[in-house]
Structure formats: C-alpha cells, structure tokens
T-cell receptor, first 114, second 112 residues
C-alpha cells in the first residue's frame, strides 16, 4: 500500500540555520511527490513538486527538495531559515490510476528560534 | 485564475446535529474534488473524492457523506454528528491527472 513517512514530528532550528525535513515514501510505481506548507488554521500551500527529470527541484520561498529513488526519499531543504518559515510541513505522494489522489505524511511542525 | 472557497471557517455543533460543509471552485471546469480531514499528529486523511457530477468515492467508512450536485460544488454532510467527527476539514481540487491539488482554507469543526 502507498504510504508516506515523516520521521520528525517536531523540529526546532535557529533563525539563519539550515534545515532539512525528511520524507520517505512507499509506492510501487514512479512517484509524483509534493511538499506542502500549512500555517496555523489555514489551508495548504504547495512549496514544490517532483514529476520527472532533474531530481533536485526548486520551490517557492527558497526551498528545494531532492528525489532519491534508491532511498525512497524526498527530503526538503532550505539553506537559511527565516522566522516566517515556522509552520507545519507535509510531504505527499500522488497516486495515479484514473484520478489524482494525494497520500500525506503526518507532518513535521517547524519552530524557529530568533 | 482558479480559486476555491470553503465555508464556514469555524463551526461548533452539538452531538447528534446535522452537518453541511460546502466547497466551490471557480475558474476551471470538471475538476477532481476532494474532502480531507486533518487530525493532530496524523496528517491528512482522504475522506471522499469525486471525478464528476454525482460521482463520489469514499475512502474511509464513517459517519459522513459527500455529494456533488454541480460541476464545481462539493458538499460534506452528516445526518448525526459524533464527537469523533471533530477536526479540521479541507476541500481541495486538482486538474488533469498527476497535477498538484489546491486547497481551501479549511473548516474547524468542533462537536460538543
């Protein structure tokens, strides 16, 4: 069955520090992978997506993610975190087969210290 | 451009009361529509999806139902709410297969 694992429930970093949020997926076919960000009480905003091609994808707000097929991973990175990056981050895999369905991980809540 | 509207933003309902949450999409036709529920620490759980008018598929058996009376309208309902129905409900739409989903702002439902 398809699944997404985000091993870190909470992460705290200092402003200006680098960030890496982990994501592992389980899916038998070529995955379509996404990272979304959610501010408190809000909907989800797409940060970036991977469908094919270059395994390092760039997103909005200075984020990037790297697809590693051998590790079934799609980790999100940012070289220098800003206080406004504090939010919850969700990794998702797109399941195809006549319709488009997203399977989400449990999320990682990011806190940023000044 | 496409937009998605979801309302109400917050709702407090007594146990046993009915529920109706509405979601509409503008600026696109024949979207795929979804209802997700978000529980703390458990990510987003897909409840229902629809690929067309009157076509509803349920992912998880539960106390809720969904309907799609018009192409860009998706409704989440319950005849009698349970305490366990409390949560944050998100409506989303997507276009062709394998494109990203776009989310509404969500409804915080508290059943008391």
């Amino acid at each position: 069955a398809q699944s997404v694992t985000q091993p870190d429930i909470h992460i705290t970093v200092s402003e200006g520090a680098s960030l890496e949020l982990r994501c592992n997926y389980s899916y038998g076919a070529t995955p379509y992978l996404f990272w979304y960000v959610q501010s408190p009480g809000q909907g989800l905003q797409l940060l970036l997506k991977y469908f094919s091609g270059d395994t390092l994808v760039q997103g909005i707000k200075g984020f990037e993610a790297e697809f590693k097929r051998s590790q079934s991973s799609f980790n999100l990175r940012k070289p220098s975190v800003h206080w406004s990056d504090a939010a919850e981050y969700f990794c998702a895999v797109g399941v195809s087969g006549g319709y488009n369905k997203l399977i989400f991980g449990a999320g990682t809540r990011l806190a940023v210290h000044p | 451009s496409q937009t998605i509207h979801q309302w109400p933003a917050t709702l407090v309902q007594p146990v046993g009361s009915p529920l109706s949450l509405e979601c509409t999409v503008e600026g696109t036709s024949n979207p795929n529509l979804y209802w997700y529920r978000q529980a703390a620490g458990r990510g987003l759980q897909l409840l229902f999806y629809s690929v067309g008018i009157g076509q509803i598929s349920s992912e998880v058996p539960q106390n809720l139902s969904a309907s799609r009376p018009q192409d860009r309208q998706f409704i989440l309902s319950s005849k009698k709410l349970l305490l366990s129905d409390s949560g944050f409900y998100l409506c989303a739409w997507s276009g062709d297969m394998n494109t990203e989903a776009f989310f509404g702002q969500g409804t915080r439902l508290t059943v008391v």
